[in-house]
């Protein structure tokens, strides 16, 4: 994590300062702040408070500079916001640029923060864009309690996650309310959402809606192959590990990609399956989601817009959630995503998880992971005392609580009771009552 | 498609373009005992492009590279629109404008910087969207739109498709007029016209096309396996199923297809050639009872599986239906003498377009689930040599050479001639008279508006349609002036849409819907909001794309934004 302190940029011509000291080059975004419309918000004062809270006070912070990034900065910067803060510890690959329009060829390999902060300065004088360039982790709590409104346009779940359920609790504990807007796009679709910590909705109320990646049987993969598919899992799930050991398959690196897909091609070969190709060999291991450029400024508008609203009051905010499809002529809807009573972020009750006495903890814990409201992977569980149940790590702990993988449930619990659940994928705790049956 | 081994020794097994491109050590080299296969490892354009061609191909990307898109009102809007349509990589877009930069198009639009000031505007966001990506060219042309249209129509029909970004109504009326009668005549121009109109936070963007055909729609469900009426290969393997000698493993590892398929054959010859009727239960059922019939075990996933889809026994393929493509002249585009072919080859038995030689995946072993792709790849191969026969035989008969289409083109369109859609438009004039459908609505105004959506948007298409009015009556747009009276502004607006709404439907009463859609689109003054403009530039590049690639179904023909409310609506006006 490092700011980078990005010099101002260089000096202005004539004719800009001239353009900048004008007070009419804001004419078209005034119109609607200097008058109210018929859905206006009683609120809304308009005209100079407005005005100044958006151009001169309002501090944004953007999360992700990326497809979604790229647009949102244009956006903001455009329609008047003037301190935005950016943070993405990602750099520029070549295949970004058929959509991160900030970044050219001879950016790659660059931060992506530090090279959309910079282009947006130069393009658009009097703005003010600060970079991060690392992980939204790396940064405490109050760093984004200090920021007005935040957008996410993120491709991560579990950055979501954190980013959401550290703003829930700062609104839980400070009663200080950070709107989340955040959106996301896959091909032709997308959607955008309004969060209002702690008031509305909030991500994890919806996590059970997120479809898990596509899981292919390993039974399937190593018997029964069928499509190019089952041939590239093996290559990765199967092969990769019992070839090389300890050494992490790096789906990054073109040479490991190439393997898997050499590999891979002979299986095909031998069972006569076509279509493997390095592309879909990538885009399986890597788990690549088509994007392009006119989808995320479907999406990026929408936040941004949101954004405007929220600043300005100048029309009701989203309430809370935008679909748009433009698979099939296009079609957007918009509704609100209520909030879950047992959401373990903003909801007071606990997840209730019916275990019949004879299942093992082996068997209880496969069960967490197969639930798509808590979406898990490799989960830890204690009692509520804290004492342990099983542990993942060290290994010490792991070690010690292994053989209560084995026990029935009556010999751990005597009735039904409560156990908290850590898991890398989770960025807090879940408490959640066993009921015994 | 197969990968050949290439005798070559392990060094130069790859094409050297592909050599250049590897980094570092390779994996491959270091692996003994391994089968020389090519490896095609992406080269630079498709590593930059990689991630939109896993939604429209290489089939796609070539139209788009192709295609040269002109745009005409120099604004926000329509550069939002070019710019998602340069990064996916067109051959060439023009922007048509004789203005020049004023502070206002700086402040708005992300392609004009403060020091160009003064300068054409043309010249100058072409300038700043080449920069975003070196493959595209691009042009300005510094004139008068509507002097051009009176001096060169043929200027405008020399593009692939043309964006009127917020431009004078009366140009628009008139450029769509002249693009509607150059698609008249048969293999003459059809160059689709995406006009765009925004106000605050409000925008509508309308299609005009005469016709346009999507080859591939992309559905949910991708494959048309056709088990209602299985082919004879399909069903002799059906038949010759000997469930009695088959093991457990074999017996539930036969693909659901070939189940459905023997189904279907033993109830047709049981039932005098007639499907299940889908809507008698009984049938269904019994059709389904067959299916159990044959279980061993009660939890075979592969019958599992043909009994969920038992439904595509009892759904009848549909025939192929077009009258569009009835003649054909050596003018015509590649996809009009293709569908002409296609009409053509389902003119006989059995009147269904050529088979998709792709399956899905399905629970089965290996070699039942090869066997059964090779069956449908066998069909496709017979059903395919028939097409390209009567696609040669209309060429000749147009005049063309045997090769005028290329062979893929007619390869990748009979794999999906399954799917293929017509669209029929409808011309901008006749759109925007609003004779069906708002005059349907507004008649039955008690009745319609019980769904509280409807009336806001086609209250804003009417705040639109009067805002245009006012502007051919006025010369400027409603809610424009600094110092307004904008009560008076939304008073005359008013009285032109109640005027237009009584035009059509006799009598009519806006209601306070319109009054209030009148409202918002007069407070935003026809001014742009940066974020309404790259909302709406997003929808106009995805329905461009959609209308170059000829893949995904594109909007027919009209869509209202609201972006107050984050809603849209379409029609087909």
Partial sequence: MSQVAVAPPVQLSSKTTEYLASSSRYRDVDKILDRRGPWTDEQFQGGQAAKDFLRQQCKILVIGAGGLGCEILQNLALTGFHNIHVIDMDTIDISNLNRQFLFRETDVGGSKANVAAAFVMQRVPGVKVTPYFGKIQDHPASFYGSFDIIIAGLDSIPARRWINATLVEIAEQDENVTPLIDGGTEGFRGQARVILPAVSSCYECSIDTIAPPTAYPICTIANTPRLPEHCIEWASVLEWPKVFKDKKLDTDDPDHIEWLYQRASTRANEFKIEG???ALTQGVVKNIIPAIASTNAIIA?????????????????LDNYMMYSGNESLYAYTFEYEKRADCP?????????????????????????????????????????????FFQ?????????????????????????????????????VTVSIKLV | MTHRTPPASPSNHRPVKMARMSDGMDLTDATTGME??????????????????????????????????????????????????????????????PRSVEAQDVATNFFLHPDTIGRNIAEEAVKLLKELNPAVEGSAVVKDPAQLLQSDPDFFSAYTLIIASNVEPQLEMDLAEILW???????????????????????????????????????????????????????????????????????????????????????????GGQLPNSDDDAERAAFKDMIKSWRHKADEENFDEALRSSYQGFTKSELFEDEAVVTVSENSKNLHILLHALKQYTSQAPHLPPISPTLPDMHSSTTSYVALQNLYRAQFNSD?????????????????????????????????????????????????????????????????????????????????????????????????????????????????????????VPGAEGGPETSEAIAEVVRGGFSTLPTTAAFLGGIVAQEAIKLVTNQYMPLDNTVIIDLVKSSMEKYKF
Wanted: aromatic share 6%.
């Fill in chain 1, 276 to 278: 493997v190709t390095w």
């Fill in chain 1, 301 to 317: 508008a929408s936040c941004c817009n949101e954004a405007f609203k929220l600043a300005t009051l100048a029309a009701p905010s």
């Fill in chain 1, 345 to 389: 972020v903003c909801g007071g009750e606990s997840i209730e998880v019916q275990a019949e006495k004879d299942w093992t903890l082996e068997t209880l814990l496969e069960k967490l992971e197969d639930r798509q409201d808590l979406q898990i992977k490799r989960p830890s569980l204690a009692y509520e005392s804290g004492a342990p149940l």
């Fill in chain 1, 393 to 429: 790590a060290p290994p010490q702990l792991h070690e010690a609580t292994k053989p209560n993988l084995a026990k029935k449930l009556s010999e751990l619990f005597s009735e039904d009771a409560s156990v908290v659940i850590t898991d890398p994928n989770l960025p807090f705790q």
């Fill in chain 2, 36 to 97: 020389a296969i090519p490896s095609y490892r992406p080269d630079a354009k498709a590593r930059r492009y990689d991630r939109q061609l896993r939604l429209w191909a290489s089939a796609g990307q070539r139209s788009l590279e192709a295609a040269r898109v002109l745009l005409i009102g120099c604004d926000a809007t329509g550069c939002q629109a070019l710019k998602n349509l340069v990064l996916p990589g067109i051959a060439h877009f023009t922007i048509l404008s």
């Fill in chain 2, 181 to 271: 009668k150059a698609s008249e005549k048969v293999g003459g121009p059809d160059v689709p016209l995406i006009c765009i109109r925004n106000s605050g936070f409000i925008g509508r963007i309308e299609v005009q096309l005469r016709e346009h055909c999507v080859s591939d729609t992309h559905p949910e469900q991708t494959h048309t396996l056709r088990v209602d009426q299985p082919f004879p290969e399909l069903e002799k393997a059906a038949r010759s199923l000997d469930f009695d000698s088959m093991d457990s493993m074999e017996h539930s590892h036969i693909p659901w297809v070939v189940i459905l398929a023997r189904a279907v054959s033993i109830w047709r010859e049981q039932h």
């Fill in chain 2, 384 to 504: 395919f040599a028939r097409f390209k026969q009567i696609v040669a035989e209309t060429l000749g008969r147009i005049g063309l050479p045997a090769d005028a289409i290329p062979a893929d083109e007619i390869e990748s369109f009979a794999r999906n001639s399954g799917g293929v859609q017509v669209i029929k438009g409808r011309a901008l004039k006749e759109s925007k008279e609003m004779r069906g459908l708002v005059a349907e609505v507004y008649t039955n105004v008690d009745e319609q508006f019980v769904d509280e959506e409807k009336p806001i948007h086609l209250g804003l298409h009417l705040a639109l349609l009067a805002a245009e009015r006012f502007h051919l009556v006025t010369g400027r747009w409603p809610g424009s002036p600094e110092a307004d009276d904008l009560a008076e502004e939304n008073r005359q607006v008013e009285e032109m849409a109640l005027s237009l709404l009584q035009s059509v």
